[in-house]
């Protein structure tokens, strides 16, 4: 199954239904709902400058999906590296052209690390302080390049599911 179709189901499949949203350039389907995504984007030292802005056009083929903002869905990214870091919180960006924006400068960073540090760093994600809203639906997607160099998952990552953020991993 395409990646894009994948994680596009997995998060109808949450609850994020769309509408059909008719413009004079053709339809697009934006989601209705209230939604706090926190992408986590992983890429091992084996990716290419081409892999890397390939990886980027995948993201802006997932934020061109949602209707974003301040009560819409709202969109975190954090690259996970020997460093993890928070790109950008929930709330930064407001508006659909500022999150695509900052997807085309985005960049990128090398060694992987998915797992290791998957439930600290989306903890610090997930938070008012960054924007989670009490009232939207919490979801976590994992995007990565190839399998984790940790034997297991970080336990704060079993802490987030608990606490109700719905979390996906999406592999090569």
Known sequence: MDHLLMVLVLLWSSGLQAEDKHQPTGSQCESTAKA????MVSESGRISPEDHE????FLTKIVSYFDIGPDKVQIGLVQNSENPKIEWQLNTHQ????????INHLPQRRRDNSGDNLGHTLD????????MRADSQR?????TD???SSPSVDPSAYDLKNIGIEIYIIGD
């Open 124 to 131: 610090r994600l997930f938070k008012p302080t960054a924007g």
């Open 36 to 39: 706090d995504i926190g992408l």
């Open 146 to 148: 190839a399998e984790s």
């Open 95 to 102: 508006t659909k052209q500022s999150l695509l924006e900052a």
């Open 54 to 57: 390939n990886m980027k056009s």
């Open 139 to 143: 979801i976590a997607v994992l995007i």
